[in-house]
């Protein structure tokens, strides 16, 4: 079946020690994005990739990054994690489509991050 | 900027009852797509249907389906013969250019 997949699904770090996420799809969609998702709130897009082209939030802290090595894969690297980044980060993907816009997402587990 | 609000936080219902989630929405686009997703306690956020605002037909799906008025902005979802695995979060989500614009969620418990 064609998919959404994210490794690993728990990732524990301590506090300012880079971790990195990472996300693929078997869908072949050119568009991968990013969301944190805190407790019971709604999820927060941090950045999303059309093809290789970044789109950064306005509101994402620089302590985010992420990369795109090719259609298949994601990468969300927090360069110093502190206690306020621990969440859930979901990964989703989504193919262009022409007018009028479209943007079904189809969404990955998820990857919990714990801060110690 | 393209706003979702969910006015209700949490929902109960008994199982077989239906149920009516709301959601209205500000934008000033003419053509868009609005969602409702759900997301299963531990479980990953599914698409629970859509709705294209081009198309006066409300869409439904099974036991979903929408009150979908677009002059008045409101998109609810209406859950008919409530099963237990029903219980999740539901997010309402406004399809825009490139990304989505989700509602801060609903709460649904559904009882035995």
């Known amino acids: 079946d064609a998919m959404v997949i994210q490794n690993p699904r728990y990732q524990v770090t301590q506090f300012g020690k880079p971790v990195t996420l990472s996300c693929s799809q078997t869908?072949?969609?050119?568009?991968m994005y990013w969301y944190q998702q805190k407790s019971s709130q709604a999820p927060k897009l941090l950045f999303h990739?059309?093809?290789?082209?970044?789109?950064n939030e306005a509101d994402t802290p620089d302590n985010f990054q992420s990369r795109r090595p090719n259609t298949s894969f994601c990468f969300l690297d927090i360069r110093s994690p502190g206690l306020g980044d621990a969440a859930m980060y979901l990964c989703?993907?989504?193919?262009?489509?022409?007018?009028?816009?479209?943007?079904?997402?189809?969404f990955g587990p998820g990857t919990r991050l714990t801060v110690l | 900027a393209q706003t979702v609000t969910q006015s209700q936080p949490e929902m109960s219902v008994q199982e077989a009852e239906t149920v009516t989630l709301s959601c209205t929405y500000d934008?000033?686009?003419?053509?868009?797509?609005l969602f409702w997703y759900k997301q299963p306690p531990s479980r990953q956020m599914i698409l629970v249907i859509r709705?294209?605002?081009?198309?006066?037909q409300n869409a439904t799906e099974n036991r979903f389906s929408v009150n979908f008025q677009k002059a008045a902005k409101s998109f609810s979802l209406k859950i008919s013969d409530s099963q237990l695995g029903d219980t999740a979060m539901y997010f309402c989500?406004?399809?825009?250019?490139?990304?989505?614009?989700f509602g801060t969620g609903t709460r649904l418990q559904v009882f035995p």
């Open positions: 934008t000033s686009e003419n053509n868009y797509y």
């Open positions: 989703a993907t989504s193919r262009e489509m022409d007018s009028p816009s479209y943007n079904e997402q189809f």
């Open positions: 869908l072949n969609h050119n568009v």
């Open positions: 709705q294209e605002a081009y198309k006066q």
């Open positions: 989500a406004f399809g825009d250019t490139d990304k989505l614009i």
């Open positions: 990739y059309y093809d290789k082209d970044f789109n």
